[in-house]
């Protein structure tokens, strides 16, 4: 079955730096795009950025262009999220989410990531 | 950018009753660019509705989506103890591509 699998999160300091990654299974992971999206606590959806499934293309929300950067390894069915000069207000869970179409179709479970000193 | 707008914050329903939720959007979206998605505590959200109108792979036919330009609508004909969660709607824009409206919380009565 498909699942998509996050890892990386836990907690940063300010002004540091964290890689998120996703793990793609049961179904053809180089054929999709990839999200990522966020959630703050008690908070609703945030999106982050897109890759294309080739990975030549990337889209970035404005609240994280220049600091956030994604990747993808197809030859793994990884994703990844690197993340720099974190804030307190970058503290979420982050999800990886499968693009199909226009719309991201399939969510994995999200990991959290804490920023604070 | 678009802003989407979900209304109501909170609808308050017993189990067999109609759902009504509304989306609307600051500026005349495609339809096919608009999705609505449920999530319940503690899970990842999962698509429902795409296109506007098409359910998702898997998604009860109590679960319909309307609308065009700027309002939409996501209703669930019957509620089920299931259904009750927060739901969103989603468009896919210029910059950001994606948005998603604040969320409608269905809590049980």
């Known amino acids: 079955q498909v699942q998509l699998v996050e890892s990386g999160g836990g907690l940063a300091q300010p002004g540091r730096s964290l890689r998120l990654t996703c793990s793609g299974s049961?179904?053809?992971?180089?054929?999709?795009?990839f999200h990522w999206v966020r959630q703050a606590p008690g908070k609703g959806l945030e999106w982050m950025t897109v890759i294309s499934s080739d990975g030549s293309n990337r889209n970035y929300a404005d609240t994280v262009k220049g600091r956030f950067t994604v990747a993808r390894d197809n030859s793994k069915n990884t994703l990844h999220l690197h993340m720099n000069s974190l804030r307190t207000e970058d503290t979420a869970v982050y999800y990886c989410a499968r693009g199909w179409g226009l719309v991201p179709d399939f969510w994995g479970q999200g990991t959290l990531v804490t920023v604070s000193s | 950018e678009i802003v989407l707008t979900q209304s109501p914050g909170t609808l308050s329903l017993s189990p067999g009753e109609r759902a009504t939720l509304s989306c609307r959007a600051s500026?005349?979206?495609?339809?096919?660019?608009l999705a609505w998605y449920q999530q319940k505590p503690g899970q990842a959200p999962r698509l429902l509705i795409y296109?506007?109108?098409s359910r998702a792979t898997g998604i009860p036919d109590r679960f319909s989506g309307s609308g065009s330009g700027t309002d939409f609508t996501l209703t669930i004909s019957r509620l089920e103890p299931a259904d009750f969660a927060v739901y969103y709607c989603?468009?896919?824009?210029?910059?950001?591509?994606?948005?998603f409206g604040g969320g409608t919380k269905v809590e049980m009565k």
């Open positions: 989603q468009v896919y824009g210029n910059s950001p591509l994606i948005t």
């Open positions: 296109g506007a109108s």
């Open positions: 500026q005349s979206v495609i339809s096919s660019y």
């Open positions: 049961g179904f053809n992971f180089s054929n999709h795009a």
